[in-house]
């Protein structure tokens, strides 16, 4: 199910996740019952903010001020929101 992602929306990651650093491959990863999803890095850095409390907006910005040189930044991060979603990564909050 896609929905829009909203500046103002606050996700929290699923129940059913557990977000990690994984050293042996080298990447943030997603833990389920079943299994591990890797994440790319951009993918990493946006789940690793994720905490229920902050705003996609205030993501978008903690994003922007660590990465400066990437182009259109809030298109990708909006993007990764809604996949994140739509696979049941995370949950709406409010």
């Known amino acids: 199910m896609t929905i829009p992602i909203n500046r103002a929306d606050i996700f ?12 042996a491959q080298q990447c943030y990863v997603l833990l389920f019952p079943e299994g591990m999803i890797k994440l790319n890095g ?3 850095e946006v789940i ?9 907006g205030d993501i978008v910005k903690e994003l922007e ?8 930044l809030q298109t990708d991060v909006l ?16």
């Open 48 to 56: 690793k903010r994720v905490d229920g409390t902050k705003t996609v």
């Open 65 to 72: 001020t660590a990465f400066p040189d990437v182009p259109d």
């Open 12 to 23: 929290s990651l699923a129940r059913h996740y557990r977000f990690q650093w994984e050293d």
């Open 42 to 44: 951009g993918a990493g």
């Open 79 to 94: 993007a990764m929101f809604g996949l994140a979603f739509e696979k049941a990564w995370i949950e709406k909050v409010n």
